[in-house]
Nanobody
């Protein structure tokens, strides 16, 4: 069983930056592909970014491409999401997720494990 704990959320002004972290435990981190999703208030959870187990391949949601960077440090069992040029519409709870078999990594059903989320609030 894999446990995921996100951190790094908070309140930031429009145009600001945040780096989210997600620490994994209970499994072989380097064998899992990892994803970040977000859930704005009153909306469904949506894909943000994903990184394959090797770290050599990444994919991003079109809405955030160019403003976010996903990375991982397998030695630290951690995946990161660097977010720049934040907008009020980026306000959401951000979740990290993990999966062994990366088949549908841009969808919520493609993941087996989820963290509890971290709140990001962007003020105008």
């Amino acid at each position: 069983q894999v446990q995921l704990v996100e951190s790094g959320g908070g309140l930031v002004r429009s145009g600001g930056s945040l780096r989210l972290s997600c620490v994994a435990s209970g499994g072989t981190f380097s064998s899992y592909s990892m994803g970040w999703f977000r859930q704005p208030p009153g909306k469904e959870r949506e894909f943000v970014a994903a990184i394959f187990w090797s770290g050599r391949s990444t994919t991003y949601a079109n809405s955030m491409k160019g403003r976010v960077t996903i990375s991982r440090d397998n030695a630290k069992n951690t995946v990161y999401l660097q977010m720049d040029s934040l907008k009020p519409d980026d306000t959401a709870v951000y979740y990290c997720a993990a999966v062994r078999a990366a088949v549908s990594i841009t969808t919520t059903r493609g993941y087996d494990y989820w963290g509890q989320g971290t709140q990001v609030t962007v003020s105008s």
